[in-house]
RNA sequence: GCCGGGAUGGCGGAACUGGUAGACGCACGGGACUCAAAAUCCCGCGGUGGCGACACCAUGUGGGUUCGAUUCCCACUCCCGGCACCA
């Protein structure tokens, strides 16, 4: 055995073995117990970051130890490889997307395979390959047979100078990143997938789930369901002429039915009908209503916006009492939620109280909260509480006195005397899916638009719509647009010229069944019985960035296929974890322009002060002073990313993996340390060390357990208890940090101990051959190596996970904490099978106690069996 | 504003169900080995007082429950994340 720790030469060879032997492929079929572990599929931008090391090396970890358990486990990989960053690299070096994409893909596999993940490759998938995205399309068309996908215009960034559409993302301060114009809202048709459907069942099926309650609360809130009243606030007369829609008055959907006596105005979003139809001949309101279109589409900058509207000169009439009451358009109202429009209570709503107070319409309060003064000079934040009617006036006088839930009932029932439509009604902040994206690396949609028969589905015998390679985007718009010989066909239907659809589908299709296509990669059909096998997944790692749109799209996407018959399962992911941000340290300086430039920690000698802490740097190239601007997010443009590659190269993917897994839970965030990982190089040197010489010293025999010595026993105790400690943090708390811990206890113990005689060898061996196996999930390079020599002519992809010896764990005496009034006063040992009696007696005689007593008559002793006992006095 | 999570040495963190606070590691200080350095090994390492045995203080702040609180309860401060005019 080499006396030194070469991981350059180990690695390669232990790699090359695993490859020869398959090691890691999964059957679809075994008496075992299935696990399906996965990490989310990553982008192939080019090489590997410490995320993707992070992420996949827990998922590595679980592997390993679940097979060693026993268990078949599959842990596939593939490349969510469709989407705007490879259309950018694109235009920056002008190569297609598709070579670009490609050649990622060829190198972070071999880099994944560096690392020494037990992934199994041969079920990997790209999803823009076209046996893969051809059941995108396959299943767009069966949604839409089904009334689950539609039609209907929609919002866009559009650049007026690129003449494109731009994603969120793309607009910076409300212009276009290219171009730097502003960038307007346009509507355009487009295609959205029926999620609202399934609202109610992905938000009851969420309590079920093995998954932070973080991310269950985050998707709640995303679905956001409330229980209101719809009802309609019939038109004036002169509306109604003037509206001539054969709708008898404007629909508003409200929470606060019990508040319908408090209506002063109504408001609804610039882009209802009823806006629409006011702004002809009212240059004024048509102006506002520009206004309020103008902008992007983020909302989050509305929040904060004022209050403004104008009014519409339309009436409607209170339902109850019959009085006129005046449509606002308000920029406050959302076209998307509810109706569009609204009720307007100032009286109890903190919106309309604003708007009011602004356009001096009146304030009425009609709810009581406890008995509260109530101000219009001011709005208060109980104004909004629930509380009981008042002032409810002649035509509803029943309404007054009653709380929220009979207020309800008492106004559905009263509108409904009157004839006015009305009904209690569910509503969902979840909006439909929208699924065209207006660009070209992405799955064609594959509709073909026929002058005579409208949008038509490629029949499924003509699927893939294929995705024309070679293209080259050039920032103005979609290529696809651009290129006769893929949108100029014939329609299905009638035979007659047609065009394709040009727009492709947003990336998060890609990834919401890819986890199911690893199961039958090369099924003819979508899935087929071998998904039934493996889903639904055990486990699935990554980032908490998906906490929302990803994992959602993903359980809708299943619901889906379950009620197409496709799958039979409700959901996806059973456990979820979602693994925390990987940081470092940034440098940076002002430029003499005033710009900011960053520096690489690599290049810099860092400065310290006396306890440790980063006070600046100097640049090593010159000497000069550099900031430091703190911690954050591994990037690029802040220099501050740490290559694996690099790790690799210098001390081998073992470190890399120890490291990040040593160092804190995984589902924490890590700020990186460069100390920290020599520190884990120099841990697996030490560990080679101790094989190596137990090793040289030749084989051992067997020890018998009666004639250990007490050192030798205590060894053993803390073999076969890190035993228990480390399975239950691997399996059940996926806490990695503290298994390593626990095993380097282990060690530092066994160091201690200087028996070199036969017996002192043999449990040498045994803590050895137990540290190699319970290390094995998290460095199986180096622990495949060390275990060849440990046990000559056994695998360790073969061995079991080491069983706990019941004989170890038996104890003769004990150690007890013995505290006085609930100080730690002293320490007593006692016989193992002492009883509670015994130990208070042994307690009371104990010297710290009368110390601490000091004459004092104890007044009450608690026991806590093997820890500790108290005197209280 | 609403929802969720958090705050423990110089640093990362441990203490899982209310039971020895600071495991394990990093950094730092001292020593051994060496011509020297690196590597390695040994010792120390929350604060205050004391030569020392030891004592007291200490888990963001203030209170409470308990024999006993980092852990439970109440109030507050700060930090992080999500949503954000959702009627």
Redesign the pocket.
């Known amino acids: 055995m080499d006396p030194q720790y070469h991981p350059k030469a180990i690695e390669p060879e232990v790699q090359r073995e695993w490859e020869r032997t398959r090691a890691f492929a999964a059957p679809d079929a075994s008496p075992k117990p299935k696990y399906y572990c996965v990490s989310m599929l990553p982008y192939p931008s080019g090489k590997l970051h410490m995320g993707h090391v992070r992420n996949y090396t827990i998922n590595d970890a679980l592997y390993h130890y679940l097979r060693m358990k026993g268990m078949n486990v599959l842990m596939p990989m593939g490349w969510d490889a469709f989407g705007l960053p490879a259309e950018n690299a694109a235009m920056a070096n002008g190569v297609a997307p598709a070579k670009w994409t490609r050649e990622n893909i060829a190198y972070m596999k071999k880099q994944c395979q560096a690392m020494g993940w037990a992934i199994d490759w041969s079920r990997e998938i790209a999803t823009c390959d076209p046996s893969y995205y051809r059941w995108n399309q396959w299943f767009f068309l069966r949604l839409w047979e089904k009334g689950l996908v539609y039609k209907k215009s929609g919002m866009v960034n559009w650049d007026p100078v690129d003449m494109t559409v731009l994603a969120n993302e793309q607009v910076i301060d409300g212009r276009g990143w290219r171009t730097g114009a502003v960038v307007e809202k346009r509507e355009i048709p487009m295609w959205y997938m029926r999620i609202t459907q399934y609202a109610d069942e992905l938000l009851d099926s969420l309590d079920g789930l093995g998954w932070p309650?973080?991310v269950k609360?985050?998707q709640r809130?995303?679905i956001?369901r409330?229980y209101?009243v719809e009802f309609v606030l019939p038109y004036a007369p002169e509306t109604a002429k003037r509206m001539a829609d054969g709708k008898r008055g404007l629909k508003?959907?409200?929470?606060?039915a019990d508040t319908i006596m408090g209506i002063t105005f109504a408001a609804v979003?610039a882009e209802h009908p009823l806006a629409t139809e006011a702004a002809k001949g009212n240059p004024a309101l048509e102006a506002f209503i520009e206004e309020c279109k103008r902008g992007g589409v983020q909302?989050?900058e509305?929040?904060?916006?004022?209050?403004?509207g104008v009014p519409t000169g339309l009436f409607v009439l209170h339902p109850v009492t019959g009085e006129k009451v005046e449509v606002w358009v308000g920029?406050?109202?959302?076209?998307?939620?509810?109706?569009?429009?609204?009720?307007a209570?100032p009286g109890h709503?903190e919106?309309d109280f604003a708007f009011a107070k602004k356009y001096g319409l009146a304030i009425v309060p009609v709810i009581d909260v406890d008995g509260k003064p109530y101000s219009t000079d001011a709005w208060q934040?109980w104004y909004s509480d629930y509380g009981r009617n008042v002032n409810s006036g002649a035509r509803f006088p029943e309404l007054d006195g009653k709380d929220y839930p009979a207020a309800i009932d008492a106004v559905v029932a009263k509108l409904a005397s009157l004839a006015v439509p009305a009904a209690k009604r569910v509503?969902y902040?979840l909006r439909d899916w929208g699924i065209s994206r207006q660009r070209y690396w992405g799955t064609p949609i594959p509709i073909v638009q026929c002058p005579k028969c409208g949008d038509v589905g490629v029949p499924a015998g003509e699927l893939p719509v294929v995705l024309p390679e070679d293209l080259v985007p050039d920032g103005s718009g979609s290529p696809l647009a651009k290129t006769p010989s893929f949108y100029e066909t014939k329609c299905p239907k009638c035979g007659g010229a047609a065009k394709r659809e040009t727009e492709t589908m947003d990336v998060f299709v890609d990834s919401s069944w890819y986890y199911m296509r690893y199961c039958s990669p090369d099924a003819p059909t979508m899935v087929d019985e071998r998904a039934q096998y493996w889903m639904p997944m055990d486990q699935y790692i990554g980032g908490?960035?998906h906490?929302?749109l990803h994992l959602l799209y993903a359980r809708f996407w299943t619901k889906a296929m379950r009620d197409m018959g496709l799958i039979r399962i409700d959901e996806p992911f059973t456990n979820l974890l979602t693994q925390g941000m990987v940081l470092n340290h940034i440098f940076s300086r002002r430029t003499n322009k005033g710009g900011i430039e960053y520096f690489a920690p690599d290049e810099l000698e860092i400065a310290?002060d006396a306890?440790?802490?980063i006070t600046g740097a100097r640049l090593m190239a010159d000497g000069s002073a550099v900031d430091y601007e703190g911690i954050g997010t591994m990037s690029k443009s802040k220099r501050n990313g740490v290559d694996p590659q690099d790790m690799i190269d210098r001390y081998g993917a073992d470190t890399a993996r120890f490291y990040v897994m040593?160092?804190?839970?995984p589902t924490?965030?890590?700020?990186w340390?460069d100390?920290?990982v020599?520190?884990a190089f120099?841990?697996l040197?030490?560990l080679w060390a101790l094989v190596h010489e137990q090793v040289s010293a030749g084989v051992v025999a067997p020890f018998r357990e009666g004639e250990l010595s007490s050192e030798l026993r205590a060894l053993r105790l803390k073999l076969h208890r890190t035993i228990e400690?480390v399975g239950?943090?691997y399996g059940?708390?996926l806490?990695f940090?503290?298994a390593?811990?626990a095993v380097?206890?282990l060690l530092?113990l066994q160091?201690t101990v200087k028996d070199r005689g036969p017996a002192g060898r043999a449990v040498a061996q045994e803590v050895l051959e137990g540290s190699v196996l319970l290390l094995a999930p998290v460095v199986p390079h180096i622990a495949t190596v060390l275990w060849r020599e440990l046990r000559p002519g056994t695998r360790l992809l073969d061995q079991p996970w080491p069983a706990v010896d019941p004989a170890a764990l038996v104890q003769n005496s004990i150690?007890l904490?013995v505290?006085v009034?609930?100080?730690?006063?002293g320490?007593l040992q006692v016989p193992a099978a002492a009883s509670r009696e015994q130990i208070e007696a042994a307690a009371l005689r104990h010297e710290?106690v009368a110390r601490?007593a000091e004459g004092r008559t104890p007044k009450?002793v608690?026991v806590?069996p093997g820890?500790?006992v108290?005197v209280?006095v």
């Open positions: 309650e973080q609360q985050m809130n995303w956001g409330s209101g508003v959907f409200t929470t606060r979003a909302e989050a509305l929040a904060t916006m004022e209050k403004k920029n406050y109202v959302l076209m998307a939620y509810g109706e569009g429009a609204v009720m209570v709503d919106r934040p509503q902040r908490i960035e906490a929302i310290t306890e440790g802490r040593q160092a804190n839970a924490d965030t890590m700020i340390s100390e920290g020599n520190g120099k841990f040197n030490r400690k239950d943090d059940r708390r806490q940090n503290t390593i811990a380097r206890e530092n160091e150690e904490v505290q009034n609930g100080k730690l006063r320490h710290a601490f009450k608690v806590v820890r500790l108290n209280v």
